[in-house]
């Protein structure tokens, strides 16, 4: 019997329903919410307003596209945690009452495993799956991990951020800068016509697995105060160097301590997954360790990088064929880790 999967996802700024039949993607529709961008930043109040107008709509869409109907369903399968908690209450109140009339089983989801899980969504796209175990490197606004999967529900988390996320430093310096939110984005395009050599920023030292990034945020801030003091427009003068440097400096922070950790583990198979996977200087700098060190590497489409309900669809989809299902009565978690 086949097994259709209804998706949800509502961690952050993002409102996105997905449908999957056995492992195969129907839809993925996404409500990005424009209302952050004059304040520079998410603002939860805003965030879940913005969710509980855009829930009934996208789910709708979602169910339209895929060309089926509730009743069809098997499963709806929500995000749990972690992320911003007035936005997690929409998601998992509207597939309480969803599941709940629909008399369907509710599989709650980990937000961190389903970034790792993006890799296999199945859709007209071919592509190969990575194999366990493999490393996992998952980077996005509020996280940047170092991850071993060893099957889909078997993951560690061996090394990660002790302040700052990768992508909420790099979206600070835009903001510094004075470009738009987010900041990532705009850092990469601006990246792709700059010197990455031209300026240097201070790069941890942190031992083990661990990243941190609040130190190159503190250095490109007092950088920048100190050459402004000699040209008023310098950001104007230099903003693509300043992008294609600090670009730069976050990817040599994140792919060397990857290469320690695969180094260590003598794994090979290593993806990338998060928003700040559909960076091209990172997608770059894997391609390149591939042809020096021989990775078979995994690079999500660009659609499965930043917050969507595909891989929600995913991850609840391999949690149903384990029979893994959730309780009615199971509260949204802001905080939570893999393991
Ligand atoms: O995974 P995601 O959508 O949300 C979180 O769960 O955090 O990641 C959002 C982060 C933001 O910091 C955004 O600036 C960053 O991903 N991002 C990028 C790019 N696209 C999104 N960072 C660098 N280059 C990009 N092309």
């Not at 913005?50 to 829930?55: E, F, P, T, V």
């Not at 859709?123 to 889909?152: A, H, M, T, W, Y």
């Not at 928003?275 to 770059?284: C, H, I, K």
Request: proline share 4%; aromatic share 8%; charged share 25%.
């Amino acid at each position: 019997m086949s097994a259709i999967i209804l998706g949800i996802e509502s961690s952050c700024d993002d409102t996105s329903a997905a449908v999957i039949k056995d492992g195969v993607l129907l839809s993925n529709v996404v409500a990005s919410q424009a209302v952050h961008e004059a304040y520079g930043g998410v603002v939860p109040e805003l965030a879940s307003r913005a969710h509980q107008q855009n829930i009934v709509p996208v789910v709708s869409e979602a169910l339209k596209h895929a060309g089926v109907s509730k009743e069809d369903l098997n499963a709806v399968a929500f995000t749990r945690g972690p992320g911003l908690m007035g936005s997690l209450l929409v998601g998992v109140s509207f597939a309480k009452g969803f599941a709940r009339s629909l008399n369907i089983p509710m599989v709650d989801v980990n937000h961190l495993q389903a970034h790792v899980l993006a890799h296999f969504i199945k859709d007209d796209e071919e592509r190969e799956q990575p194999k366990f175990p493999f490393l996992c490197l998952l980077v996005s606004g509020g996280n940047s991990q170092i991850i071993i999967v060893k099957d889909f529900d078997d993951m560690e988390v061996l090394g990660q951020t002790i302040d700052d996320a990768a992508g909420e430093a790099i979206d600070k310096c835009s903001k510094v800068m004075g470009l738009g939110y987010p900041g990532g984005p705009i850092i990469d395009r601006l990246a792709r016509q700059g010197n990455p050599e031209r300026f240097h920023f201070s790069k941890p030292q942190i031992p083990g697995y661990d990243y941190s990034f609040s130190g190159l945020k503190t250095s490109f801030l007092y950088s920048l105060r100190d050459w402004m003091k000699e040209d008023p427009d310098f950001i104007e003068h230099n903003k693509e160097d300043l992008a294609a440097s600090l670009e730069k400096t976050v990817v040599d922070i994140l792919m060397s301590k990857l290469h320690k950790v695969a180094k260590d583990l003598k794994i090979k198979e290593i993806a990338v997954a998060g928003g700040v996977s559909a960076n091209n200087g990172l997608r770059n700098a894997f391609r390149e360790y591939s042809k020096k060190y021989g990775w078979n590497i995994y690079i999500p489409k660009f659609g499965y990088t930043t917050d969507n309900a595909a891989m929600v669809a995913i991850t609840g989809y391999y949690k149903y064929l384990k029979g893994d299902f959730c309780d009615i009565s199971l509260p949204a978690y802001s905080r939570v880790t893999l393991k």
